[in-house]
């Protein structure tokens, strides 16, 4: 299945370029040009303008689709399955726009060697950037192979269809594909402006398509990297530091040497490793050498329960990123509140992995990582290699949810077969290392300050967030937690800000809601008390159930039904839609009070540039013990035009009972020391048993209209809305998360 | 060498007595579906069937296990022919990342054989042991109840158990 010994040394370029492949050239394409000036007019500044989605990047088509002799279609994406079903999508496009059966088309996901360079799959921005380019590069190559059936016809291109994959004409000759195209490449610039199907003839883009990944995932098959297996292949695991900045005291190697299978203990500064043959001899060998190993251990974190006003005290860089005041002083009735949000994990379920092969001079890396380019870049500035050396293959992991112990794995694993060539190593982490070394999502503080006029309205709106960076990805060796224990150790770069309009600490920070005075002022601290990263929305999550809380509580003053405030600050129409659709699928109107129930509501748009989501909850809040449950759950989601809505159902369902288990349970622990949160009895996560009764997602699908990222976007609303309804159930506002039964039940003061 | 049962065929296995049997499933008899989580049976990836229960292999070492009947997901169908369970999994696309369904399935697996009829209230306790990350919750369980069914309507007698 996978060649192993597939140089690395091998470049791209002569892997696209393959064996005497053909160039067609634009005077075999008339079609394609004529189509565009007839079509869309298209005026010279328009065909020069920018590129739909990553074709801006790579702008050949045949960095994205192939077309073989026998037909067979191969669509490449620097994109990553990493769960959310991102693989079925990018086929149901191509097939769409291509013409050709779903099951004919192979896709090839990030991949160093083999796939455009698409950065990182995070930020919601696969659909927008890779099923984008996929999509205009497929209709590109319909038309240029409706130019070349043109030709060898010499009909009219306008006289010609394409179906399944052949090029017909009205008399009855038709041509397949890789008749037409007869193993020549086309390596051809893709266009500016491209002719896509009328999403109302679409026959597979808009469909449920059953996902290509599942059926292999629940027989055994060979589906994730933590099932790879090579022939020759060894075990490898990391004895990790035991706290931040613990320094490797003394180490006896000498039993775990003769433990049976052990083959090589590497030792390099404060970062330990084994190999063996087997993978319980590793394990068992990195047991023995965590207890040989003593390490100077300093109190190195902060005083827990002291993070929110440490955040408030280290120096911050200060930004505006929005002020429209004109009016100083507007409003009669002031309000404040802070909210406050605690470190949090990404706890995929299967610790990170990888498995490399160094092999004559080369490296190669099957990782989950979210982004192989940059990790390339990282392993080989690591090893003092040529990136050229290096190749990244990604397959898929646990789920990750933004940036978790993936790349460390990959760096690990490159760092044990550099040192011992020749076989394969794979290495994965143990359930303490994943819990105790992963980048955490970091703890935020906002404060958000509002004026209402008589007539309810907004007349003031002031908010701060303060955040730690929400991005460590690597790119820069230092970035990776093995790099930074070598003896000659590599340091993380200093943190920036990730700019507007997308944002980190303070994505989502400015409302989507008209709101006639607001500034909005974001306080980025670079000095990480914790090692921190992306996690999954990253700020938004923070800052969504900051602003959706407080509007809340507006709500609440201002006598007003929050459903109604939300339309009342509201223009954008599409987001008026999935407000009202939310709340009236929910019963918003008709709902009838319960003691001990409690109805909640929330909205954002992802980004105020990705999918919008609006969602209700009713809550029970059991007064003894101050356990909160969700019975049920409504959201509305409108992604822009849906390619597998069952695939956004999914997303948003899982988002919403992420979120929940997040905002219901979940932070991280420590002490001067150590981490503490070490396996799911230290970091509760939810259960089965505190699973909603139901929860229902309405797609509001809008064809035609740009594809609008998803994957994050039910993180904020779904915080907002638990701790709405828990205040409408106990009358109780609850401004720091998580909602522990313990802190609602000091809320509630019973 | 020890001899293991494993979905119905003898394996010998060249493996320390103390070796949890996940290891041995996952490196010796290359056997993907049961997946490594948590190491100290908290998340249920690993979940097996030994003589018809649900247990965490990942905890349990190989030594207890001669003359016992192994069961992995591998032992329910294939991908041409998947069982009752793996076929509502697909038919109800309960899965994301879906790193622990087939620790779900075999959980699962070892209560519809005791109880073909179980209420959604008993699916729900007896999967409470496995964590999924992803969120894929309300699947899993639609999953599990059509599978329910189906196993319901192919079985020829036992219906008893309690109502749904």
């Given at each position: 299945?996978?060649?192993?010994?597939?140089?690395?040394?091998v470049s791209?370029?002569?892997?696209?370029?393959?064996?005497?492949?053909?160039?067609v050239?634009?005077?075999?394409?008339?079609?394609l040009?004529?189509?565009?000036?007839n079509?869309?007019n298209?005026?010279?500044?328009?065909?020069?303008?920018?590129?739909?989605?990553?074709?801006?990047?790579e702008?050949?088509?045949?960095?994205?689709?192939?077309?073989?002799?026998?037909?067979?279609?191969?669509v490449?994406?620097?994109k990553?399955?990493l769960?959310?079903?991102?693989?079925?999508?990018?086929?149901?496009?191509a097939?769409?726009?291509l013409?050709?059966?779903f099951?004919?088309?192979?896709l090839?996901?990030?991949?160093?060697?083999r796939?455009?360079?698409?950065?990182y799959t995070?930020?919601?921005?696969?659909?927008?950037?890779?099923?984008?380019?996929i999509?205009?590069?497929a209709?590109?190559?319909?038309?240029?192979?409706?130019?070349?059936?043109?030709?060898?016809?010499d009909?009219?291109?306008?006289?010609?269809?394409?179906?399944?994959?052949?090029?017909?004409?009205?008399?009855?000759?038709?041509?397949?594909?890789g008749?037409?195209?007869g193993?020549?490449?086309?390596?051809?610039r893709?266009?500016?402006?491209?002719?896509l199907?009328?999403?109302?003839?679409?026959?597979?883009?808009?469909?449920?398509?059953?996902r290509?990944?599942?059926?292999?995932?629940?027989?055994?098959?060979?589906?994730?990297?933590?099932?790879?297996r090579?022939?020759?292949m060894?075990?490898?695991?990391?004895?990790?530091?035991?706290s931040?900045?613990?320094?490797?005291a003394?180490m006896d190697?000498?039993?775990?040497?003769?433990?049976?299978?052990?083959l090589?203990?590497?030792?390099?500064?404060?970062?330990i490793?084994?190999?063996?043959?087997?993978?319980?001899?590793?394990?068992t060998?990195?047991?023995?050498?965590?207890t040989?190993?003593?390490w100077?251990e300093?109190?190195?974190?902060?005083?827990?329960?002291?993070?929110?006003?440490?955040?408030?005290?280290?120096?911050?860089?200060?930004t505006?990123?929005?002020d429209?005041?004109?009016m100083?002083?507007?409003?009669?009735?002031?309000?404040?509140?802070?909210?406050?949000?605690?470190?949090?994990?990404?706890?995929?379920?299967?610790p990170?992995?990888?498995v490399?092969l160094?092999?004559?001079?080369?490296?190669?890396?099957w990782?989950?990582?979210?982004g192989?380019y940059?990790?390339?870049k990282?392993?080989?500035?690591?090893l003092?290699?040529?990136?050229?050396r290096?190749?990244?293959?990604?397959?898929?992991?646990?789920?990750c949810?933004?940036?978790?112990a993936a790349?460390?794995?990959?760096?690990?694993?490159?760092?044990?077969?550099?040192a011992?060539?020749?076989?394969?190593?794979?290495?994965?982490?143990?359930?303490?290392?994943?819990?105790?070394?992963e980048?955490?999502?970091?703890?935020?503080?906002?404060?958000?300050?509002?004026?209402?006029?008589?007539?309810g309205?907004?007349a003031?709106?002031?908010?701060?967030?303060?955040?730690?960076?929400?991005?460590t990805r690597?790119?820069?060796?230092?970035?990776?937690?093995?790099?930074?224990?070598?003896q000659t150790?590599f340091?993380p770069?200093?943190?920036?800000?990730i700019p507007?309009?997308?944002?980190?600490g303070?994505?989502?920070?400015?409302?989507?809601?008209?709101?006639?005075?607001?500034?909005?002022v974001?306080?980025?601290?670079?000095?990480?008390p914790?090692?921190?990263s992306?996690l999954?929305s990253l700020?938004?999550?923070?800052n969504?159930?900051?602003?959706?809380?407080?509007?809340?509580e507006?709500?609440?003053?201002?006598?007003a039904?929050?459903?109604?405030?939300r339309?009342?600050?509201?223009e954008?129409?599409?987001a008026?839609d999935v407000?009202?659709t939310?709340?009236?699928r929910?019963g918003?109107?008709?709902?009838?009070?319960?003691?001990?129930r409690?109805r909640?509501?929330?909205?954002?748009r992802?980004?105020n540039?990705?999918?919008?989501?609006?969602?209700?909850?009713e809550?029970?809040?059991?007064?003894?013990?101050?356990?909160?449950?969700?019975?049920?759950?409504m959201?509305?989601?409108?992604?822009?035009?849906?390619?597998?809505?069952?695939?956004i159902?999914?997303?948003?369902?899982?988002?919403?009972l992420?979120?929940?288990?997040?905002?219901?349970?979940?932070s991280?622990?420590?002490?001067?020391?150590?981490?503490?949160?070490?396996?799911?009895?230290?970091?509760?996560?939810l259960?089965?048993?505190?699973?909603?009764?139901?929860?229902?997602?309405?797609?509001?699908?809008?064809?035609?209209?740009?594809?609008?990222?998803?994957?994050?976007?039910?993180?904020?609303?779904?915080?907002?809305?638990?701790?709405?309804a828990?205040?409408?159930?106990?009358?109780?506002?609850?401004?720091?998360?998580?909602?522990?039964?313990?802190?609602?039940?000091?809320?509630?003061?019973? | 060498?020890i001899?293991l049962?494993?979905?119905g065929?003898?394996?010998?296995?060249?493996?320390?007595?103390?070796?949890?049997?996940?290891y041995v499933?996952?490196?010796?008899?290359?056997?993907?579906?049961?997946?490594?989580?948590?190491?100290v049976?908290?998340c249920?990836?690993?979940?097996?069937?030994?003589?018809?229960?649900?247990i965490f292999?990942?905890?349990?070492?190989?030594?207890?296990?001669?003359?016992r009947?192994i069961?992995?997901i591998?032992?329910?169908?294939?991908?041409?022919n998947?069982?009752p369970?793996?076929r509502?999994?697909?038919?109800?696309?309960?899965a994301?990342c879906g790193y622990?369904?087939?620790?779900?399935i075999?959980?699962a697996?070892?209560?519809?054989?005791?109880?073909p009829?179980?209420?959604?209230a008993?699916?729900?306790?007896?999967?409470?042991?496995?964590?999924?990350?992803?969120?894929?919750?309300?699947?899993?369980?639609?999953a599990v109840?059509?599978?329910a069914?189906?196993?319901?309507?192919?079985s020829?007698?036992?219906?008893?158990?309690?109502?749904?």
């Amino acid at each position: 299945m996978i060649d192993p010994v597939a140089a690395a040394s091998v470049s791209r370029r002569h892997f696209l370029a393959g064996g005497g492949a053909l160039i067609v050239s634009f005077s075999l394409l008339p079609r394609l040009l004529c189509a565009q000036e007839n079509d869309r007019n298209a005026d010279a500044e328009q065909a020069k303008g920018p590129l739909p989605g990553s074709l801006k990047d790579e702008p050949m088509l045949d960095s994205w689709i192939r077309i073989d002799a026998d037909g067979s279609v191969i669509v490449f994406t620097g994109k990553a399955e990493l769960g959310q079903g991102i693989k079925t999508a990018f086929i149901q496009v191509a097939a769409e726009e291509l013409s050709v059966d779903f099951n004919r088309i192979n896709l090839i996901t990030a991949d160093t060697q083999r796939t455009p360079n698409e950065g990182y799959t995070a930020g919601s921005h696969s659909m927008q950037d890779s099923g984008t380019a996929i999509m205009n590069a497929a209709a590109q190559v319909r038309e240029i192979l409706v130019g070349l059936a043109a030709r060898r016809f010499d009909i009219s291109a306008d006289r010609l269809t394409v179906q399944n994959g052949e090029v017909r004409a009205e008399d009855g000759r038709r041509l397949g594909y890789g008749e037409l195209v007869g193993g020549q490449q086309l390596h051809v610039r893709a266009q500016a402006s491209s002719k896509l199907k009328d999403p109302r003839t679409h026959s597979i883009v808009g469909k449920p398509v059953e996902r290509v990944d599942i059926p292999g995932k629940v027989t055994g098959g060979v589906s994730y990297v933590q099932d790879l297996r090579l022939p020759g292949m060894v075990h490898a695991r990391v004895v990790r530091p035991p706290s931040p900045g613990a320094r490797l005291a003394m180490m006896d190697t000498g039993a775990a040497d003769k433990m049976p299978g052990v083959l090589k203990i590497i030792r390099d500064g404060n970062y330990i490793a084994v190999i063996a043959e087997r993978e319980f001899q590793a394990v068992t060998a990195m047991r023995a050498l965590a207890t040989a190993a003593s390490w100077e251990e300093r109190p190195t974190l902060p005083a827990q329960d002291d993070i929110y006003s440490l955040i408030q005290r280290l120096p911050s860089q200060d930004t505006a990123i929005l002020d429209t005041r004109t009016m100083l002083g507007a409003g009669t009735r002031t309000m404040e509140a802070t909210y406050r949000r605690p470190y949090q994990m990404h706890g995929s379920i299967g610790p990170s992995c990888a498995v490399a092969l160094f092999r004559d001079g080369a490296l190669t890396v099957w990782t989950h990582s979210q982004g192989v380019y940059p990790l390339r870049k990282a392993i080989a500035e690591m090893l003092r290699l040529p990136a050229e050396r290096v190749r990244c293959v990604h397959m898929e992991g646990s789920g990750c949810y933004g940036h978790n112990a993936a790349d460390d794995a990959g760096a690990d694993a490159a760092l044990i077969a550099n040192a011992f060539p020749g076989r394969p190593v794979r290495v994965q982490w143990m359930r303490e290392e994943e819990h105790t070394s992963e980048p955490y999502g970091p703890a935020m503080i906002t404060k958000a300050r509002a004026a209402l006029d008589g007539d309810g309205i907004v007349a003031d709106w002031q908010y701060e967030v303060w955040s730690n960076t929400h991005s460590t990805r690597p790119g820069p060796a230092g970035y990776l937690a093995s790099a930074q224990l070598l003896q000659t150790p590599f340091t993380p770069p200093p943190p920036t800000p990730i700019p507007q309009p997308e944002g980190g600490g303070d994505r989502n920070a400015i409302p989507l809601y008209k709101f006639r005075n607001a500034r909005i002022v974001h306080h980025f601290v670079p000095s990480m008390p914790l090692r921190v990263s992306a996690l999954r929305s990253l700020g938004a999550y923070m800052n969504i159930f900051s602003i959706e809380s407080f509007v809340d509580e507006l709500a609440k003053a201002a006598g007003a039904d929050p459903v109604e405030i939300r339309l009342r600050h509201m223009e954008d129409p599409r987001a008026r839609d999935v407000i009202r659709t939310a709340a009236e699928r929910f019963g918003w109107a008709a709902y009838q009070p319960r003691k001990g129930r409690g109805r909640g509501f929330a909205f954002a748009r992802y980004k105020n540039l990705g999918a919008y989501v609006a969602v209700a909850f009713e809550v029970e809040v059991e007064g003894e013990s101050g356990r909160v449950s969700v019975a049920r759950a409504m959201a509305a989601v409108d992604s822009g035009q849906a390619v597998n809505p069952d695939g956004i159902r999914n997303q948003i369902e899982g988002g919403i009972l992420q979120s929940l288990s997040w905002s219901l349970y979940e932070s991280v622990t420590f002490d001067s020391m150590r981490i503490t949160s070490r396996d799911w009895s230290s970091y509760p996560i939810l259960r089965f048993s505190a699973v909603p009764e139901r929860i229902d997602v309405h797609v509001i699908d809008r064809p035609g209209q740009p594809f609008l990222g998803t994957g994050e976007a039910a993180q904020g609303p779904t915080a907002a809305c638990l701790a709405n309804a828990v205040a409408d159930a106990t009358g109780v506002r609850i401004r720091e998360l998580p909602l522990t039964s313990k802190r609602v039940k000091a809320a509630i003061g019973v | 060498m020890i001899t293991l049962n494993v979905n119905g065929q003898p394996r010998q296995v060249d493996a320390d007595p103390a070796t949890p049997l996940l290891y041995v499933l996952r490196d010796h008899l290359e056997l993907n579906g049961a997946k490594f989580g948590c190491g100290v049976g908290q998340c249920g990836a690993c979940t097996v069937m030994v003589d018809g229960e649900a247990i965490f292999s990942c905890i349990t070492p190989v030594s207890v296990l001669r003359d016992r009947q192994i069961k992995t997901i591998e032992g329910l169908g294939t991908i041409d022919n998947p069982g009752p369970l793996q076929r509502a999994f697909i038919e109800e696309q309960a899965a994301q990342c879906g790193y622990c369904i087939a620790g779900m399935i075999m959980r699962a697996q070892a209560l519809l054989e005791k109880n073909p009829s179980a209420s959604e209230a008993e699916i729900r306790e007896t999967l409470s042991p496995n964590l999924c990350r992803c969120g894929t919750h309300m699947r899993i369980l639609r999953a599990v109840g059509r599978a329910a069914r189906a196993m319901q309507n192919t079985s020829t007698g036992n219906t008893k158990g309690s109502d749904p």
